[in-house]
């Protein structure tokens, strides 16, 4: 099961070309203004530099969601094994793997984050309000964080928590799709976690 999350608005694009203008001028201006040619150097530099940020992580990096079955769990690492569930998605959570790959256009997909489905501990939207005090943060208070998503503001965001076998909560911030939400839900019920209907 895969899924690639597209931007839902040309917003990252918009701000990468508007800050490497602003840095372009900052620089023109340098030579022009003697007296405050160092601040308009760094302020150009700083320009140019959060237009690449923007452009690199926005613009060019792609991100890849699927759910793979876990080869340790099936025999001899055999994903044959799962040709009686159908799809791979229909297997237990405790056989399932969640997998983010990046893609930029310089490289090939890359793994960047794989867990196991039979970790997940909390999966609901996520509210763009309320920072450190929103639902997730509260429940697990050392959670790390990180984000898969295509949209410097996404319409809707998920948060998916899972707790390994040391106790770390690791959290990832997503764009799924509807398949994919179903298959996180499932998950969280068949881990006995309960939810509030979301």
């Known amino acids: 099961m895969r899924y690639i999350p597209k931007a839902c608005d040309g917003r990252a694009q918009g701000i990468m070309w508007l800050m490497i203008a602003a840095g372009a001028l900052c620089f023109m201006l340098s030579s022009v203004f003697a007296a405050g040619r160092a601040v308009f150097q760094l302020g150009a530099v700083a320009f140019i530099g959060g237009g690449l940020y923007v452009g690199i992580r926005y613009v060019m990096t ?13 025999p001899q690492g055999d994903t044959a094994a ?14 399932l793997d969640f997998v983010v790959r990046k893609k930029n256009s310089q490289r090939g997909a890359v793994m960047d984050a794989c867990m196991n ?20 943060y509260k429940k697990f208070p050392q959670l ?17 928590v899972f707790v390994d076998s040391a106790q770390n909560a690791i959290g990832f911030i997503l764009e799924p799709d509807e398949a994919f939400i179903a298959v996180f839900c499932r998950s969280l019920q068949e881990n006995g976690v309960e939810t509030d209907g979301e």
């Open 144 to 160: 790390k964080v990180y984000e898969y998503t295509p949209s410097i503001v996404p319409k809707v965001q998920y948060m998916a």
């Open 62 to 74: 792609e991100f890849i969601y699927e759910i793979v079955p876990r080869d340790s769990a099936l």
């Open 82 to 95: 799962a040709a009686g569930f159908g799809n791979a998605a229909d297997l237990p959570a405790g056989m």
């Open 117 to 136: 489905l039979g970790e997940l501990r909390y999966f609901a939207p996520l509210p763009r309000e309320g920072g450190r005090e929103r639902e997730p």
